[in-house]
């Protein structure tokens, strides 16, 4: 509502990631074809994962089955579980090697301490690591992803396993990127004379009038970055998925 050209979300703070979830839904389908009745296992930081909450809408649009493992504290924001139970069948754990079995894909993530308060950080520790034993319970032909870069949450040595494609899944953003460059500048838009002049900032339809709510997330965008006011979902923060 803003702008006289076409944006790409290449990433915005702990809410979405829409160009990483295209090469994520590319790399899925490269293996196994589909991803209608694929269960695909989310595991690490999750509540600020911005890439596990793209990934597990557009996996739910074509049928693939969800289950979310991480601690409490940083398992999935509750409303957008909500979402993805109506469209479709949705699983929660805090133990990986209780379901790696059932897995078809299992996405990795790393800690988001960068947008943790202290009390949670020293809380949460670290979660479940990715090793070689943990990958002796799953499935022959499971696929193992992870937006990158990794911290601590796979081992070097599994980078060695057939079944490990996150390399393969970042050299596939790549293409995937420059096919969606190709495709907007190939797209009939009009002259930026034409367009209609974007709003004022300050009218801004999505500004709520009044709202000077700070969100309880020290490191959220909403504080500090000027005239930037808190947006809510219920009582979640649309920035950071900080709960009020």
């Given at each position: 509502?803003?702008?006289?050209?076409?944006?790409?979300?290449?990433?915005?703070?702990?809410?979405?990631?829409?160009?990483?979830?295209?090469?994520?839904?590319?790399?899925?389908?490269?293996?196994?074809?589909?991803?209608?009745?694929?269960?695909?296992?989310?595991?690490?930081?999750?509540?600020?994962?911005?890439?596990?909450?793209?990934?597990?809408?557009?996996?739910?649009?074509?049928?693939?089955?969800?289950?979310?493992?991480?601690?409490?504290?940083?398992?999935?924001?509750?409303?957008?579980?909500?979402?993805?139970?109506?469209?479709?069948?949705?699983?929660?754990?805090?133990?990986?090697?209780?379901?790696?079995?059932?897995?078809?894909?299992?996405?990795?993530?790393?800690?988001?301490?960068?947008?943790?308060?202290?009390?949670?950080?020293?809380?949460?520790?670290?979660?479940?690591?990715?090793?070689?034993?943990?990958?002796?319970?799953?499935?022959?032909?499971?696929?193992?992803?992870?937006?990158?870069?990794?911290?601590?949450?796979?081992t070097q040595e599994v980078d060695e396993d057939p079944r490990a494609?996150?390399?393969?899944?970042?050299?596939?953003?790549?293409?995937?990127?420059?096919?969606?460059?190709?495709?907007?500048?190939?797209?009939?838009?009009?002259?930026?004379?034409?367009?209609?002049?974007?709003?004022?900032?300050?009218?801004?339809?999505?500004?709520?009038?009044?709202?000077?709510?700070?969100?309880?997330?020290?490191?959220?965008?909403?504080?500090?970055?000027?005239?930037?006011?808190?947006?809510?979902?219920?009582?979640?923060?649309?920035?950071?998925?900080?709960?009020?």
């Amino acid at each position: 509502k803003v702008a006289m050209v076409p944006i790409i979300n290449a990433g915005d703070g702990g809410h979405e990631h829409p160009t990483q979830t295209l090469f994520d839904l590319y790399t899925i389908w490269q293996r196994f074809g589909e991803l209608s009745g694929r269960r695909i296992g989310f595991l690490g930081d999750l509540r600020f994962g911005r890439t596990v909450h793209s990934l597990s809408h557009a996996a739910a649009m074509f049928g693939a089955p969800l289950t979310f493992i991480a601690p409490d504290g940083l398992q999935m924001p509750t409303h957008l579980l909500r979402e993805l139970e109506q469209q479709t069948t949705v699983g929660t754990s805090d133990d990986v090697h209780s379901v790696i079995a059932e897995l078809d894909v299992l996405y990795v993530t790393r800690v988001q301490a960068e947008r943790m308060d202290d009390a949670l950080r020293s809380r949460i520790g670290r979660t479940q690591v990715v090793t070689p034993e943990l990958l002796a319970k799953a499935r022959s032909d499971m696929l193992v992803l992870h937006p990158l870069p990794r911290v601590d949450e796979i081992t070097q040595e599994v980078d060695e396993d057939p079944r490990a494609a996150y390399f393969e899944q970042l050299a596939n953003g790549v293409v995937m990127r420059m096919a969606l460059l190709d495709e907007l500048f190939q797209s009939n838009f009009p002259p930026l004379g034409g367009m209609k002049q974007p709003q004022q900032y300050a009218d801004a339809p999505w500004r709520e009038a009044g709202d000077t709510t700070v969100c309880g997330n020290a490191k959220c965008v909403t504080n500090s970055e000027r005239d930037v006011q808190p947006r809510w979902d219920g009582s979640w923060c649309l920035y950071c998925d900080f709960e009020r």
